[in-house]
Structure formats: C-alpha cells, structure tokens
C-alpha cells in the first residue's frame, strides 16, 4: 500500500461568505472551503455559530494538520481537503457523471437506483448545480469496475 501524505496547511483566513475559510496550502495551492454545513450539524462548533467564539480568530494549528479556534474547537486539514475538492467538483465532474452513465447505458432512474441516490440527485449531478461527493465517484468507479468482471 503506498505512503500516504498528509495535506498541510500554511495559512488559513475567513472568506469573504459567512462561514467560509480561504485555506492555504503547503504545496502552494488555495482553496475556498464552505464548513457552514459542518458548523450548523456539530454541536461542538455551536460557538461558532452563536458568535461566543468570532469565526475570524481561525489560525492553523500546530504542524498544519488542522485549523483552531479555540482550544476546544478545530477542524482537520484532511476535513478541510476533503471539503474543498467536493466543493471544487474535482472529485468528478457533471460531464464525466453523465459520461459514466451513458457508456454504461444506465438510465436516470437505473443509475439513481444503483446509487442509492433520489433521481433529482443524479440530474443535479450531471447538470453541475451540486458537487459529486467523493463516495459517489467512487461508487461509479466501483459499478463499472464490477461490470468489467
């Protein structure tokens, strides 16, 4: 199995949105990453939703593995990576979605089916409007992989 590398975070900064990070990183790239989402589910960021802890005190915490608000508040560099490429559609693109279902003459019900997805879902996948979670492109992978035995 091959050495996996841990995504390191040089430099963290409240977007321009509310609830919106402008992350750094340490191979010299940047992205936009929404944690509104992560913020209003968890009850550990309920400071960060109630203003007690100002959103914009976020600082990398120590090695870059993660960003910190408080002591008791952070958010690994791995969540924040994760969330950027879901959010970027990095993990696969709408045109590569309806590629996949095509070639493997799935129609919109049948690919929603074999997903595990709401048919609206998969039309809001191919016509771009929602990122493809990662656990979804690699459910595709998966189906056309056991297709080819």
Known sequence: MPKRTLRRIADVAPGEA????????????????????IV????????????SVPFGSVRVGEFGTDVIWTDGIDMAADTLWRLAREQSGTTMTGEAFR?????????IEAAAEALGL?????IYYEQ???????????ATRALAQAERG
């Open 118 to 122: 709401s048919r609206r879902m998969v």
């Open 18 to 37: 509310p609830l919106t990070l402008r992350v750094g990183w340490q191979d010299g790239g940047h992205s936009i990453v929404d944690v509104s989402d």
């Open 99 to 107: 590629r996949w279902r095509q070639e493997h003459a799935y129609t």
């Open 40 to 51: 209003r589910s968890f009850r550990l960021y309920a400071p960060l939703r109630d203003n």
């Open 128 to 138: 771009g409007e929602r990122p493809i979670p990662r656990v979804v492109a690699l």
